[in-house]
Structures are given as structure tokens and as C-alpha cells.
């Protein structure tokens, strides 16, 4: 295989927002069930209007910390707050940083500071309107704070087309690679907006050379309180995490 990374595609599934035990704990069990290892949900949510859901906050925190326990899987949520980045660091096995705090810098400084003591990791994800030089400066915010397991995050740019919620940047793959020794993960749910285009944008980012892929599921996407019309159903993640497969062990990678 010319060039593959050799190491396993990590992937990070779950809800939009942590909604409730019972909500978390159907995608947990499909997330075992698919033989992988990390489980997402929002529990303080940075949504666009104040009317929209805000996510369950220390409830959802609560519920995230169990149900990661319970199934035995690793949990990342975003952290919106440098009051929270204590707490978020002593429940969560990572800390997302979202699109709307990329260049939040005094939050970037705190999460540095406080897990180079924990040695927990962090997600950085790509400002939508930042370029791919802005990202990188950003992430070592984290790492020269003494962050020492950072990952970057493309999830979509805005730009003049609209048939997709933001524009992915397939090219910030390879660009990163080549650019920073850190990983790169693919959210492929925020730019598709509508889950029939998540499956091809996940396998673009395989096929890109992704170290993580970042997909929402829920087992009831139409009732779902943010972000419904892109969430993949059960069975959908199911399928697509056996189609990834394929295609990885093509490219000489694994899922895990
Ligand atoms: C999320 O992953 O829940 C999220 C809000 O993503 P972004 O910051 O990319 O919009
Ligand atoms: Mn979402």
C-alpha cells in the first residue's frame, strides 16, 4: 500500500445531544455491537438560536460519564466554557472543542493547561470560517500548553454552496498531514446536513487517510432535539460501519 497510514481509523458515534439514559444507551450498545471504541453526544450545546435545545448540561454529563462506563467506551462532549473545563475533564475521556471556539483562545489555553495534567485528550475542531493555517495555529494553543494527545477536526467550511450544511474540505487531509504531525478526524454529519449524503462523505474521508471519523447517530433521528434531518438510525451506522470497513481493509486500514 503506497503511502497508508498504518494505524486504525478511529471512530467517534454518537447523538448529536445526550438526551436521555435510554436514547444513550441504544447507540452505546450498536457502537459495542460494531466492535468500536468511542461514544459522542453533546451535553452543553453552542446552538445557533437561543430558542433551539441547549442540551442537558451537568445531567447529560452525568448520563455520558454512566453510559460510556457501563458499555465500556470512551467518551468525548464539547466544552463550551472555561468554567467547565474541570468538570469536563474529570468525566470525559476527551474534550471536543467546537467550531465556535476555535479561536476562543483563553478556553484553548485552560484545556491545555488542564489536561497536560490529565493527559486526557482533545478534539480540535476546524473554525467553519478559518483557514487551515488558522486551525493548526490554533491547536497549539493546546500543545504548547503541554496538551500531549491533541486531534484536529475538519467538519466543513462555509462557503457559496447550499445544497450541503457546510462545505467539507476533503483537502484539509491531506493538507494537515502535511502541515502537522497531528491527527485528523473527519466530522462527515455537521457538513452533510442530511444523512443520505453521510455515508459517501465518510468514505471520501477514508479514502482521503483520516485517522477519525466523527458520525451522529440516533436511534430516532425525526424526534431528535438537535439536528435530526443528518443524524444516521441504527441500522443505517450499522451498514455504513461495515461498507468503512471494506473500503479500509482496501486501503490496508482497520476501524477501530
Ligand atoms: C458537535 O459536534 O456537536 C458540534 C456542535 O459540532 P461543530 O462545532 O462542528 O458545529
Ligand atoms: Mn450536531
Redesign the pocket.
Known amino acids: 500500500m503506497l503511502n497508508a497510514p498504518q494505524r486504525p481509523i478511529v471512530i467517534m458515534a454518537g447523538p ?1 445531544a445526550v438526551e436521555s439514559t435510554e436514547q444513550l444507551e441504544s447507540v452505546a450498545e450498536a457502537v459495542r455491537a460494531c466492535g468500536l471504541h468511542w461514544l459522542r453526544g ?1 451535553t452543553y ?2 446552538r445557533t438560536s437561543p430558542y433551539s435545545f441547549q442540551g442537558l448540561g451537568d445531567e447529560g454529563l452525568r448520563i455520558l460519564s454512566e453510559v460510556g462506563r457501563k458499555f465500556d467506551l470512551q467518551t468525548v462532549t ?1 466544552v463550551v466554557d472555561i468554567a467547565h473545563v474541570g468538570q469536563l475533564d474529570a468525566s470525559v475521556d476527551c474534550l ?1 472543542i ?3 471556539n476555535m479561536a476562543n483562545y483563553e478556553l484553548l489555553k485552560e484545556v491545555g493547561k488542564v489536561t497536560a495534567r490529565s493527559g486526557k485528550r482533545v478534539l480540535l ?1 476546524r473554525g467553519m470560517a478559518a483557514p487551515s493555517d488558522e486551525w493548526i495555529a490554533a491547536s497549539e494553543y493546546l500543545t504548547t500548553a503541554g496538551s500531549t494527545h491533541v486531534m484536529l477536526c475538519e ?1 466543513g467550511i462555509r462557503t457559496f454552496e447550499t445544497a450541503t450544511r457546510f462545505t467539507l474540505d476533503i483537502a484539509a487531509v491531506p493538507v494537515v498531514h502535511k502541515q502537522s504531525v497531528l491527527p485528523v478526524c473527519v ?1 462527515v454529519s ?1 457538513p452533510a446536513g442530511q444523512s443520505d449524503l453521510v455515508p459517501a462523505l465518510a468514505k471520501a474521508a477514508v479514502a482521503a487517510g483520516c485517522d477519525a471519523l ?1 458520525i451522529e447517530v440516533h436511534p430516532d433521528p425525526l424526534h431528535a432535539l438537535s439536528d435530526g434531518p443528518q443524524q444516521l438510525n441504527i441500522a443505517q451506522f450499522t451498514q455504513l460501519i461495515d461498507e468503512l470497513r471494506e473500503l479500509a481493509s482496501a486501503l490496508g486500514r482497520t476501524l477501530a
Do not use: A, L, S, V
Request: proline share 7%; charged share 45%.
Open positions: 448529536c453533546g450545546k453552542p464539547e471536543q467546537g467550531t465556535r475542531k467538519r466530522d455537521h466523527m
